[in-house]
């Protein structure tokens, strides 16, 4: 698969088996490779026997931070790699998101590649080039848009992927789904239950392809057709700041924000209550938790303040992505004057 975002083209490349190093660096004479404490075995089988530089960071949420990005630059300075080098990140999203950053900063931009290892990493974070990291508490504060060149999604990587972490995937895949549409929904839905190959092969290309094509109309989300893809995220990083960043996988926090999105779109009659339930049904028949108040965020005023701060937030408005009857769709609030809805869903007093 490949796809244009703007002015860079991303292959995308689903396989069985790990990419090679000659592969991916084959027209580049230098290379960094990015990993982490949990990716750097991954790491070492693609390199094979070839010498790289190589750097390697502290993994999960509470390191996705500047202290990494300089990491990479050091080592990037100290190898002496030019502009014309590769930046080859091997890992989930947060080794994605951090590396793709340090790419675009380092001598104005180098360029590069992602072997995605998680399963979020894949349906999601590694195709439509946002980069960045967390700053202030704030997620994801600071970054940058710029695609990498290649992805490359081996499917035995995920062999050793905690299941805690497969599942922080499925919940941005059930988020997907739930915009792309019946076709790839009811695939997810069987994946309960059915844990083949094949279908998570399946449900990974739609996912990708759906994710591609809303990311090349709208590469810099400056249109709104992208804003979709926040779908469950407004409600969902307010939980994962609310709790701490890293104390829940991003997934979770998603899945938990779907379902307050359900409840948000049902008060505003735009989710009809049938689908509403399909979307909290399917969310649920994976084990999440979606009670609210969450048990690691009971207080709504922490979840309201963090939305306050919100990058997203114009204006005293703020976007929500609300379910609709095939997809979902923006809606602007202004917060103050919505406050006691806001506050109620976040308080649990809204049933389904
Ligand atoms: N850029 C985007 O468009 C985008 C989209 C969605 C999410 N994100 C970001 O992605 C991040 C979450 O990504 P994630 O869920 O992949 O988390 P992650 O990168 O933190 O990986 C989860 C954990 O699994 C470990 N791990 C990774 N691959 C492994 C493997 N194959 N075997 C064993 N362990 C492995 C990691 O070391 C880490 O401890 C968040 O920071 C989120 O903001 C970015």
Redesign the pocket.
């Known amino acids: 698969m490949n796809f244009s975002f703007g002015e860079y083209k991303t292959n995308v490349y689903i396989t069985h088996e790990l990419p090679k190093l000659s592969d991916i660096t084959a027209d580049f004479n230098n290379a960094l490779i990015i990993a982490?404490?949990?990716?750097r075995e991954?790491a070492k089988k693609i390199c094979d026997k070839t010498e790289i530089a190589f750097c390697e960071l502290k993994?999960?949420?509470e390191n996705?931070n500047w202290q990494s990005v300089q990491t990479i630059l050091n080592k990037a300075h100290n190898e002496n790699l030019g502009r014309d080098c590769i930046f080859i990140a091997v890992?989930?999203?947060?080794?994605?998101?951090i590396a793709?950053f340090a790419a675009s900063i380092y001598k104005r931009g180098c360029r590069f590649a992602l072997v995605s290892?998680?399963?979020?990493?894949m349906v999601?974070?590694?195709?439509?080039?946002?980069?960045?990291f967390?700053l202030f508490e704030i997620?994801?504060l600071a970054g940058t848009f710029y695609p990498a060149l290649s992805v490359y999604m081996p499917l035995d990587?995920?062999?050793?992927?905690?299941k805690k972490?497969f599942k922080?995937?499925l919940a941005?895949l059930i988020k997907t789904a739930v915009l792309a549409g019946d076709d790839l929904l009811n695939d997810v839905k069987k994946m309960s239950n059915d844990t083949s190959y094949d279908l998570l092969r399946s449900c990974i290309e739609k996912a990708v392809m759906y994710k591609g094509s809303i990311v090349s109309e709208d590469p810099k989300e400056t249109t709104g057709k992208r804003m979709l893809?926040n779908l469950g995220h407004t409600f969902g990083h307010a939980l994962e700041s609310a709790c701490g960043l890293g104390s829940i996988?991003?997934?979770e926090a998603v899945a938990w924000g779907m379902v307050r999105a359900c409840e948000l779109g049902t008060k505003m009659s735009i989710t009809p209550g049938l689908r509403a339930k399909e979307i909290k049904d399917t969310i649920a028949s994976f084990g999440y938790n979606y009670e609210c108040p969450h048990p690691l965020a009971a207080n709504a005023d922490v979840l309201i303040n963090t939305m306050k701060s919100d990058k997203k937030k114009k204006d005293g408005k703020i976007t929500f992505i609300v379910p609709d009857t095939i997809s979902a769709c923006p809606v602007t609030i202004d917060l103050e004057n919505e406050i006691d809805t806001i506050h109620n869903i976040l308080k649990g007093g809204f049933n389904l």
């Open positions: 982490d404490e949990n990716t991954i993994s999960g949420e996705k890992g989930g999203g947060v080794i994605g998101d793709g290892t998680t399963l979020l990493g999601d974070a590694s195709v439509g080039g946002k980069t960045g967390d997620k994801n990587a995920l062999s050793t992927l905690p972490e922080s995937g941005e893809l996988t991003h997934g």
